[in-house]
T-cell receptor, first 111, second 115 residues
Framework: QQQVKQSPQSLIVQKGGISIINCAYE??????FPWYQQFPGKGPALLIA?????SEKKEGRFTISFNKSAKQFSLHIMDSQPGDSATYFC??????????FGKGTRLSVIA | GAGVSQSPRYKVTKRGQDVALRCDPI?????LYWYRQALGQGPEFLTY????????KSGLPNDRFSAERPEGSISTLTIQRTEQRDSAMYRC?????????????FGQGTRLTVV
């Protein structure tokens, strides 16, 4: 079964807008929730990560919001730029489970 | 090296042949992971090692797939009697802590095409 469910599959946002990508998980043993960014032809690279002891983490234009009771977390990209166009993956790990990934969201930021 | 290195970058093989994919993790990284990524999909877990010990191989699709990391550094993923459905990008990642809750660094991957 899919351990991390990600939506939407694709997203088009205008330059300067807010991009929001959501993920939901089932395994309550997960204790690490990263977001990875992947450009064409490259491997996934860590963008930002959160642990369940906080509800929000912000790094520059990127924010993770975490809702432990709902078992959901989301990535917000503020002031989205064309250079942010990429595929974004949420992931989770914890207990004895290594990183499991969502299916990805293809983000296109248009001018 | 500075990052996770995988070789070869591209591999075309005939159906029925065996292939070996190599991963050289970041120096000193304890954990090493193998993933398979289909086009337009997220990485799918195959197996992982802490040091030389294979901790979890539940993601290996069948017994044609195997992996080893004999000295706790370089790892090899071997696919025997390849089939067309094995065609995919195979990615290796490594991380610095034994427990999985830390950043995993990915290599560029090996694009395997079985013809």
């Amino acid at each position: 079964q899919q351990q991390v469910k990600q939506s939407p599959q694709s997203l088009i946002v205008q330059k300067g807008g807010i991009s929001i990508i959501n993920c939901a998980y089932e395994n309550t043993a997960f204790d690490y929730f990263p977001w990875y960014q992947q450009f064409p032809g490259k491997g996934p690279a860590l963008l930002i990560a959160i642990r369940p002891d906080v509800s929000e983490k912000k790094e520059g234009r990127f924010t993770i919001s975490f809702n432990k009771s709902a078992k959901q977390f989301s990535l917000h990209i503020m002031d989205s730029q064309p250079g942010d166009s990429a595929t974004y993956f949420c992931a989770a790990s914890g207990g004895n489970t290594p990183l499991v990934f969502g299916k990805g969201t293809r983000l296109s930021v248009i001018a | 090296g500075a990052g996770v290195s995988q070789s070869p970058r591209y591999k075309v093989t005939k159906r029925g042949q065996d292939v070996a994919l190599r991963c050289d993790p970041i120096s000193g990284h304890v954990s090493l992971y193998w993933y398979r990524q289909a086009l337009g999909q997220g990485p799918e877990f195959l197996t992982y090692f802490n040091y030389e010990a294979q901790q979890d191989k539940s993601g290996l699709p069948n017994d044609r797939f195997s992996a080893e990391r004999p000295e706790g550094s370089i790892s090899t993923l071997t696919i025997q009697r390849t089939e067309q459905r094995d065609s995919a990008m195979y990615r290796c990642a490594s991380s610095s802590l034994v427990v999985g809750s830390t950043e995993a660094f990915f290599g560029q991957g090996t694009r395997l095409t079985v013809v």
